[in-house]
């Protein structure tokens, strides 16, 4: 089968083209496993975090991808969830321990970094780690739900939003923009403030029903009751903490942070950043529970995904784009036409 395969870390900038074309075996899958045909695989900033080293993976060489939808091509003698032919999604667990808190457990592996993941034609996981994809998506626009609107709709549940009360955004990419159309349906009394550092994430916000937009300095009409910060950077990190109400909440929906703005954080002032009881919370990996009841909720809206494609062969020019933005929405990889 063909595969993009991650043999090292090393900064992009280093090394433009990280992913290799590879021809090896298929996997087989174990009793418990199906066997996916991949049809599609999302690109999320975490592929960055491992490809550049701040979440290493822990195995080399590694096939990344965790956003993937395809269909089940085989299953293992003990599966009784799915039979060939379905359509699934995998998420970025791909497995843990089952309980509540399984994201938080020291089981947990994650799909395209513990184990192989989507830049591929095929890969295996666990019959509980499979979700079924609901008929409203097709295959590329059911591929960013399986991360970027997973983990976005976890953050929102942390932010302990209610409606009425004001939510933040900072960066308006894959997940930001999902968060943005699922806060509306889930709080529709409640204004949505877009933080973006361009102009075009700016109008994208706009068009998608922000109440308000501005630049990551920029100061919001009134303080805000919690803010969720989908960037890599800590500069929004900092502006967040400014802009919240007392009492209000800051969720960081990301696995890393990158290191190039580091030094703000030696500007942190209590009074002004942390006082008046402010909350910080982070968002650590999504649990089973998390995908399936956002694909519930996501279908119901239903959700639309801005999405732009590329053939698998071109992950690494992918992969460029979603570091240095200018491409709204999420990005896709296209393994196989359906």
């Known amino acids: ?62 096939i990344p991808g965790h956003q993937v939808v395809g269909r089940v091509a085989a299953t293992g003698r003990d599966v009784t969830r799915f039979a060939n032919g379905e359509r699934v999604g ?8 089952g309980s509540e808190n399984e994201n938080l457990s020291p089981e947990f592996r994650a799909t ?38 997973g983990v976005g709709y976890r953050s929102l549940r942390l932010s302990g939003l209610r409606d009425g009360a004001s939510l933040g955004l900072t960066g308006f990419g894959g997940s930001g923009h999902l ?18 550092r361009n102009e075009r994430e700016r109008q994208f916000a706009r068009s998608l029903g922000a109440y308000w937009t501005g630049d990551t300095k920029e100061r919001p009409p009134q303080l805000l009751d ?6 890599p950077a800590w500069l929004p990190v900092l502006e967040g903490l400014r802009n919240l109400k007392p009492g209000g909440r800051l969720v960081i929906n990301a696995i890393r942070k990158e290191s190039a703005d580091r030094g703000l954080l030696a500007e942190i002032d209590y009074a002004e950043h942390l006082w008046m009881e402010k909350e910080l919370k982070t968002v650590a990996n999504v649990t089973a529970a998390d995908i399936r009841e956002f694909l519930a909720v996501a279908a119901t809206i239903p959700l639309r995904p801005a999405v732009d494609t590329y053939p698998l ?26």
């Open 1 to 62: 089968m063909r595969a993009m395969i991650l043999e090292q870390t090393a900064p992009l900038e280093r090394n433009p083209e990280p992913l290799v074309l590879v021809d090896i075996p298929q996997p087989e899958p174990g009793p418990a496993e199906i066997l996916i045909e991949v049809s599609t695989c999302g690109v999320c900033h975490t592929e960055l975090d491992e490809i550049e080293g701040r979440l290493k993976p822990s195995r080399m060489p590694v």
């Open 90 to 97: 995998v998420g970025w667990i791909h497995s843990s321990c």
């Open 112 to 149: 395209g970094k513990d184990v192989n993941g989507g830049y591929a034609e095929f890969m295996v996981v666990g019959e509980n780690y499979a979700y079924r994809i609901p008929d409203v998506f097709d295959d590329v626009t059911a591929a960013p739900l399986l991360c970027a609107g």
């Open 179 to 196: 968060v943005l159309q699922l806060a509306q349906y889930m709080f529709p009394s409640s204004p949505v403030y877009v933080f973006a």
């Open 226 to 231: 919690a803010i969720i910060d989908t960037t």
């Open 313 to 338: 062969e071109a992950a690494n020019r992918a992969l460029q784009d979603l570091q240095h933005g200018g491409l709204r929405g999420a990005k896709v990889l296209v393994v196989k036409n359906s």
